[in-house]
């Protein structure tokens, strides 16, 4: 059944012939689990005039009005929520900042009411929830589905996250890494729809890596793999929250950044005066951008990826220095291999995470359907 | 049939019974496919003595008799053949020296008589050759099976490797970059047999990577997955072949190494001369100590394996340094993952590689055993 979801996502629209044809399924079998299917409000018939005799043809597609997925990416300094339909379209999005408000209590007393509402209103309309994906400053730990040692998130280290949203909220609850969603936004909303290997980077407060190798997320032993704010870029640099030295979040990230400009305190003030040319400014966003090339030549003679995305709150002020990077850095690689490296900014933005958040129950279900169906009623 | 040799594989010695548990299969199929693969010489039945009351069963494992994996190393400064049985016992082992020779030309002029001797004595002996693994320095150009530029190896760059063995000796043949194939040597026939991640790194005149995620080796788009080497460990450090600045090789490769050290030219003067306390050469070896924590932090915080095998010609002058290493090394990882990181020498010493390109066909036999099979006729 899940070759069958994954056909289907991936041309979005399909007969059932070409479905026979792709899977290698007897015509019987397509027949009798896309009816189910049907029934269960997962997919849709459509009809399609194909061809020059304008034939009309059945197309099966994901079925865009019963079932919702409930994304929810919880960040430093702000949350998201939102509702997407089957099809990946964004019903609904809510953000609030979250300055200065630490730990998950006093979290979940801004969440809480706010997914709630959510929830009540879409049971309201008599639409159902498939699941509700969290996205959340990492490392995991899977097993329990509590958080371990997030770096610079105080008073969450050790919070059970899984256990209290089931509890709280009596949905099927997936928690992952942000950086893991927002590379799972972008492999089933994204670019990667087309690409099998990426790795996707998010630049803000920290830096993190999501990595997509032959189409599936990749985790690691320790749900480490992909932590790339933490290779070391400046051999004995300064300590690192995470026991290392000289990370690249040491100096790449937003904190790392702005230690190194004494002229003003905010991301906003570099940006207006390394436009008008503040010489400690441009030193700043040149030793920047030696970071970034040096720390982009190690993602690609280490994972090889067809697409590195760019995102996150840094991703504004680098971006309008892309164009020069992209020739230092080109000149730095295989020289067999260089043309055929894309950067590219993140597909959805300040809302990687939280698409991406929904993106880890769309896996779900395109993978084990199953299981995520049995669980609706349990 | 994967599934089932695998299984057998993972188990070394397995009931039917105890197959149709673990697959799933029903006892019919795993009868039909097993007595398939033992009249293909594949498999074969033992007898053993279970449980208490000494009853006899009939256990299946691979037949050792029949079939023969030739792994074919070849080198820098030296090229070597091994040949193995389906059980992983290397039944002969040639090497030779090859300084100073160079191109593909020269080294066939010694390699073609070798392999064609090994060919013909196990063909007199009745044996069949399954087919022959092939490790060589890459970057590889999978699609014609042909090297791309494979850097310090004059010669190489555009040979059509895979080619010309299949032409010359009527093999199935597999070619791979040889950073990879010693990775595949510890998947299949050592530690990894019970690891799913691993990293292997190999440190001589170079230094490469081999990453297996999820028990599977891993490429990436370009073949570069696992270039370990290239990675920037000296921020605006020398040039390197590979068109990058400060690459770990350029400093923790031998001749990185000997280049800090001026009382001499060679790896064992070397290795006397920090015996003895010389001050020069015990700098150079914390240098290239630091250089090694570096990167191995990298390679965790990147990849996130259970496991980091290190081999080479260079390992066994670092491996008296290990355990001084390792606590440092520890103290710079996540706190909750550091104690779960094992370091180890390769298991297969100088004939890593060589055993590698013998597990490439193992591999190869395990995944796809029908069109493997059938490729032995044609």
Known sequence: MS????????????????LVELTGLTSGTITNLTHDLI????????????????RRRV???????FYRIIGLDIGRTSFEIIVMDLNGTILQSIEREMNGVQGPEAYFQVITPTLTTVKQEIEAAGEKILGLGVGIPGPIHY????????PNFPGWKGYPLKQMLEQQFDLVTLIEDDARTSAMAERWYGLGKSVQNLVSITMGTGIGGGVVTNGKIVRGTNGLCGQVGHMTIVLDGKMCDCGNRGCWETVGSIPGILSRWSQGSTLMELQTAIRQGEPEALRCIDETLAYLEAALVNVQNLYDPELILLGGRLFPLLAEHLDQLKPRLQSRLYAFAKDRLRIEPATFGTSQSAVGAAALMLGFLLSEPVRLLSLQDS
């Open 3 to 18: 070759e069958i979801l994954e056909r289907i996502w991936e041309y979005r629209q399909i007969s059932r012939v070409e």
């Open 39 to 54: 029934q269960l409000g997962i997919l849709r018939e459509n009809e399609a005039i194909s061809g020059n005799v304008g």
């Open 59 to 65: 197309m099966l597609g994901f079925d865009p009005r």
């Open 143 to 150: 097993e329990s589905g509590s958080l371990l040692a997030p």
